[in-house]
């Protein structure tokens, strides 16, 4: 009995080092960035300052020019959301939920507005001050009203 559960072992361990368990994964289709509105003040940040403003862990509001804070979001998950999640705030898709969920129920702050393209979110963050998004960098276009604060 002993040989038997050796040799399962020892054939166990050997299809283990032979065999690759690299899973791929789709990588973003271009650099990730955040974004705001060009007339937002803010030049550049962080991204621990990225994930305080858009959390709103310490503002609700953006200092500078006195306006809310909007955090946007997409409707759907994709490689971009999910390197912003994984880089930037650091919480899975569940756990961003949950966040904002108790948010808008202890502090009656409205979640992340979601859209479905980076078209409209550039569109939205273009007339919206207080808006702070994430696209990809191939997603901007010439003469467009954003400007990338963070690069990941």
Known sequence: ???ILKSYL???LVFLATTSF????AKPTG?????LNSSNPVVAMTA???KLTYLRKINKRWKEINKNIVPIDRKSDNEIRKSFLKDVLQMSSDEMSRYF???EYQNAEAPPVKFS??????????NNIGAIAFVSKSSIKSGSKVKIVLSL
Not at 22 to 25: M, Q, Y
Not at 117 to 126: G, K, N, P, S
Request: proline content about 3%.
């Open 101 to 103: 969920t108790e948010r």
């Open 117 to 126: 393209t980076e078209e409209e979110i550039i569109d939205y963050v273009e």
């Open 22 to 25: 690299i899973i791929p994964t």
């Open 10 to 12: 020892l054939l166990l």
């Open 31 to 35: 650099e990730v960035v955040v974004i």
């Open 48 to 50: 621990s300052q990225v």
């Open 1 to 3: 009995m002993k040989n």
